[in-house]
C-alpha cells in the first residue's frame, strides 16, 4: 500500500544528522514506491536552502542533495520564509523589497509560508517530523 508522505526539516545542513537523516529517509520511502511531495524546511532547517553554503569536498552536499531529489521525483521543497528571513536567507523578491542587494535561496527550493504546510499536512497519510 503506497502512502503519500510530508517531511518537515528543522535541522541545518551541517551541525547535527536531522537533515541528512531527512534526505536517506526520503530517498527510501520513494524506493519503496511511497508518494513525497513536500519537504517544509522550518527553523534552522532553512540552512539547506542557503545557495552559498559551501561544504568540504569530503563532506555531502546536503543543499545540493535536496535539488536533485527535488528534481528526479518532483518533490516540492518549501522553505519557511519568515524562519529563512531571520536567518539571512532569501529570494530575488525578498532581497529587492528589503534591499539586501542580492539573493542566496538556491533554486530548486521556495518561500512560502505556513499555509503551505498546513495544506499539505491535510493531504497526507504521514507527516514526519527531523
Known sequence: MSLDYCLMVTGP????????????????????????????FYQEGVTNANRLTAPASDEMDLVRAWCDLAHRYRVGLHVCAAAALRRGVTDALQASLLKCGSDNLQPGFELSGLGTLAQAVLGCDRFIQF
Open 13 to 40: 545542513p551541517f551541525g547535527n544528522q536531522r537533515a541528512s537523516s531527512a534526505l536517506q529517509f526520503a530517498l527510501a520511502l520513494l524506493a519503496c514506491g511511497h508518494c513525497l511531495n513536500t519537504v517544509f
